[in-house]
């Protein structure tokens, strides 16, 4: 299995606490997926970005289908959703 180092919340500074600050007010902590890429907070702040605009920007999909959407597409990749 690989291993990717992640910084702690706790030492994150700049950028990189900003972010992990907006996690945990959005969701009331840092989730996996967000925390694998805090050895890079510029591209964890544009993934979380195009998440945003494919989740609740404007769309002919209702939210609820881009969520099954994500679920199924996990799925099918063998990733935990």
Excluded at 13 to 30: C, N, P, Q
Excluded at 36 to 56: E, K
Excluded at 59 to 66: D, E, H
Aim: charge should be positive.
């Amino acid at each position: 299995m690989p291993f990717i180092e992640q910084i702690p919340v706790s030492k994150a500074t700049g950028l990189l606490r900003k972010l992990f600050d907006e996690a945990i007010e959005r969701s009331g902590r840092v989730w996996h997926i967000v925390h694998i890429m805090s050895q890079n907070p510029q591209a964890m702040d544009a993934s979380m970005g195009l998440y945003r605009v494919i989740m609740f920007g404007p769309s002919p999909l209702m939210r609820w289908q881009r969520e099954m959407l994500a679920v199924v597409t996990s799925k099918a990749n063998d990733c935990f959703y």
